[in-house]
């Protein structure tokens, strides 16, 4: 009879562990960001190198202190295509993060396709947004944005332990 009890309370113990890992990990550090009304949705423009507002409505976003990589963001904007391609910075490397199931609007396998197909286009929103973080922008043909924030090459290279490359800027003390 013991034995019993013991198995069905470990069972119970670990129940209830993983359902607390698990809404941990999706829906307790998670907190909306309030849209200010500019300056939400940025690109890097190509001549100056700089990050710039750009033109958007319907912006809802997420975000978490416990991660630099939990941001997440959709937007509409009817700034076209071709016009963002000749003026902002593009983002070769874009890998749309998944959200938690709850933020409807982002679909990171939908950015994912639409990346690799074309129908999307990825910008660098900001470089070094945290170091060793870059915020991406994306937009869809459609006029649908998603933004994010990625690891940069610079971060993968410093997260794992090792000195940062030449082209990297330098690690700002106490990380």
């Given at each position: ?17 993983g ?36 033109l ?67 910008f ?52």
């Amino acid at each position: 009879m013991t034995g019993k009890l013991l198995a069905g309370a470990i069972v119970l113990i670990s129940l209830i562990a993983g359902a607390a890992i698990y809404y941990q990990q999706v829906f307790a550090y998670y907190e909306p960001v309030s849209a200010t009304g500019q300056g939400d949705v940025q690109m890097t423009l190509l001549v100056t190198g700089q990050p710039e507002p750009i033109l958007y409505e319907d912006f809802e976003a997420i975000d978490a202190t416990s991660s630099p990589i939990r941001y997440r963001a959709c937007f509409t904007t009817t700034q076209s295509l071709p016009m963002m391609t000749e003026t902002y910075v593009a983002y070769d490397r874009a890998e749309p993060l998944v959200a938690p199931g709850w933020f409807d609007c982002f679909d990171a396998k939908e950015v994912g396709r639409a990346l690799e197909t074309g129908e999307a286009l990825a910008f660098l929103g900001a470089e070094n947004i945290e170091y060793g973080i870059d915020r991406v922008v994306a937009v869809m043909s459609d006029g649908r944005g998603f933004v994010w924030h990625q690891i940069n090459s610079c971060g993968e290279v410093v997260f794992d332990g090792k000195p940062a490359p030449d082209h990297c800027p330098p690690k700002p003390e106490g990380h």
